[in-house]
């Protein structure tokens, strides 16, 4: 597994990039089949250490973790424990996944922007465009998964919404988790 360990605004020394490379192979080991590569990043929040890993899997889908604590250990420590529950949660799906996928997942690429949020008092005059300001523009990739993929691809990265292209479909649907608890599935109908 390829590791890119980094830390922003942090000197990442030798011995933590060994504890990290070594903690966090055993944990993915135990769970996911082939994981192809894993981003670790340290940064400060105050007076915590702010721990964030992506791990990407050879199935194509995306676990995500991140905790925070007192110490840079610590911190990872506890992100590995949450991406090795993850993992665990999810194993028999992802072997299962992996079994009835022969390719990986492929994905199209969209637009993705960051819009201004104009919060108006009631004092200020209502503005003439209505128009959203447009902060910054990047590239998403739109995963090709089934429902139950896309759902636990969402339950994986902690994602509160998930955008993709349905493989049975070929239409653009989500997943989304509602204030109840439950996943929310929109699955949008051409009339016509």
Not at 70 to 83: G, P, R, S, V
Request: negative net charge; hydrophobic residues 35%.
């Amino acid at each position: 597994m390829k590791y890119q360990i980094s830390g922003k605004q942090i000197d990442i020394g030798d011995a933590l990039r060994t504890h990290v490379t070594d903690n966090l192979g055993a944990a993915i080991g135990k769970y996911a089949e082939r994981p192809t590569d894993a981003q670790v990043v340290f940064s400060r929040d105050r007076h915590e250490y702010v721990c964030e890993t992506v791990v990407h899997l050879s199935t194509g889908l995306t676990a995500q973790a991140r905790a925070h604590a007192t110490e840079i250990y610590a911190a990872f420590d506890l992100c590995c424990d949450k991406m090795e529950t993850q993992l665990r949660r999810y194993k028999r799906r992802l072997k299962n996944h992996h079994r009835q996928r022969q390719e990986p997942i492929e994905a199209i690429m969209a637009s993705a922007y960051v819009l201004e949020h104009r919060a108006h008092s009631t004092d200020e005059a209502e503005p003439d465009d209505l128009q959203p300001v447009i902060v910054a523009e990047m590239e998403a990739r739109v995963p090709s998964l089934s429902v139950g993929e896309a759902v636990m691809q969402m339950e994986l990265a902690g994602a509160p919404v998930l955008v993709f292209q349905n493989d049975s479909q070929d239409r653009i649907n989500v997943v989304y988790r509602r204030d109840d608890g439950n996943i929310g599935w929109i699955d949008p109908r051409q009339t016509g």
